[in-house]
């Protein structure tokens, strides 16, 4: 099993003509994610890599049976391509654009709320569930050189640190169930907290590993949940940026959301507290891998 996407998840891509949508969609393809159609206003009846392209969702999801929509769309643009994929029904978005403007933002979500739709993003790398499909950027053109199947779930506010942490368990001969790339922007849609209950609710999910960074409650929001003993899996944390500690305040740092407004917000904080509410939390990669390899019985993989 795995969480969100399968091998049976249908995916529609908005703004598959562009470079980017048209180049992941590329890659996805190949990697065997069953995107059947794509969407573009005024480019309708056109094929990107044999996938028909239709000018609205509503007229996409009318011919093709649909389970999610990957977002490639100019942040002056999302709040009306998503409310139109939420309006036709779908009930997975993964939402690839960054910067979106917050009000716009906070509208998506209560709208997506309100209609039981799931959002991965804003400003998302994607998410994988390996040797299954990918959505996203995520693993790049190989994405078997990072992510292999195996029983640790793994959700990362960080693109790139996604592919490093589960690179680092493939070198330990363990893998993924599923990884998320949960995204950057001040608001997302699922939180850090709903991702490790979804890898809680998996039965084929030993472990979850998150990797976290100053700004944002969504470490708080795991905190509180282990403290309340909502998991009997282990949670194994990586937070980074305390360097961010010696700049003033106010001040982003990578992702739009790294940004301490007050003591909590800190990457050292964040790790205090996480401990405190029985996280496993560790300095880095080799000290994961180690952590992760003597608590948890997960079969091996084979190392490619």
Not at 2 to 18: K, M
Request: proline share 5%; hydrophobic share 45%.
């Amino acid at each position: 099993m795995s969480i969100l996407v399968n091998a049976n998840t249908r995916v529609l891509v908005q703004g598959i003509t562009g470079f980017q949508g048209r180049m992941d969609t590329e890659y996805s393809l190949a990697y065997g994610t069953k995107i059947v159609c794509g969407v573009t206003p005024g480019r309708g009846g056109e094929r990107v890599h044999n996938v028909p392209t239709f000018n609205t969702v509503r007229s996409a999801v009318s011919a093709v049976p649909v389970d999610a929509s990957l977002l490639y769309v100019p942040a002056t643009a999302l709040r009306d391509a998503a409310l139109e994929a939420i309006d036709a029904g779908i009930k997975l978005m993964v939402a690839t654009t960054e910067n979106v403007p917050r009000h716009d933002a906070a509208l998506i979500v209560a709208e997506a709320q309100r209609n039981g739709v799931s959002i991965i993003g804003f400003n998302t790398n994607g998410i994988i569930t390996p040797g299954e499909c990918k959505l996203g950027g995520i693993g790049g053109d190989h994405p078997e050189r990072s992510y292999v199947p195996g029983r640790i779930g793994v959700c990362s506010r960080s693109g790139g640190m996604s592919a490093e942490i589960s690179w680092t368990l493939k070198k330990a001969g363990l893998g993924v169930s599923t990884c998320v790339s949960m995204g950057g922007d001040p608001i997302t849609g699922l939180m850090m907290i709903d991702y490790l209950r979804l890898f809680e609710s998996d039965p084929a999910t030993d472990a979850m590993v998150i990797f976290g960074e100053p700004g944002s409650a969504h470490e708080q929001g795991v905190a509180s949940a282990l403290a309340a003993g909502e998991f009997r899996k282990p949670v194994f944390a990586i937070i980074a940026g305390a360097f961010q500690e010696s700049y003033p305040k106010g001040v982003s740092f990578g992702h739009v959301a790294a940004m301490i407004a007050d003591e909590a917000d800190t990457a050292t904080a964040k790790r205090r507290l996480l401990a405190d509410s029985g996280a496993i939390v560790v300095d880095g990669l080799d000290a994961l891998a180690l952590a992760v390899r003597q608590r948890v019985n997960a079969p091996s993989v084979a190392a490619r």
